[in-house]
Nanobody
């Protein structure tokens, strides 16, 4: 049984920060690459960042440096720090995992997904 559970979303004012968490269990292990995606209403799901099992980080070209991915293997948790939030960051944020894909942010290539956590910036 594979489970990815996101948390940490909420409603914040522009300029604020959030740290999203993704706790994995079951088949997902530190061998998997962990990634973060987001999907705004009416838009396609877009990749933000991925972190490999050795800790190497990858960021989508559209990310402007306000996002930082990290993980804690002991806690089976990946994180996404978002700073200086903008209204355009309003979206559902999803955690994903895959054994091979880490730097290619095409959603169909990632095998496992969480249910998402909503971020609303006003």
């Amino acid at each position: 049984h594979v489970q990815l559970v996101e948390s940490g979303g909420g409603s914040v004012q522009a300029g604020g920060s959030l740290r999203l968490s993704c706790t994995h269990s079951g088949y997902i292990s530190s061998r998997h690459c962990m990634g973060w995606f987001r999907q705004a209403p009416g838009k396609a799901r877009e990749g933000i960042a991925g972190i490999r099992r050795d800790g190497d980080e990858y960021y989508a070209g559209s990310v402007k440096g306000r996002f930082t991915i990290s993980k804690d293997n002991a806690k089976n948790t990946a994180y996404l720090q978002i700073d200086n939030l903008e209204p355009e960051d309003t979206a559902m944020y999803y955690c994903a995992a895959d054994l091979q894909t880490c730097w290619v942010f095409l959603p169909h290539l990632w095998d496992y997904w969480g249910q998402g956590t909503q971020v609303t910036v006003s």
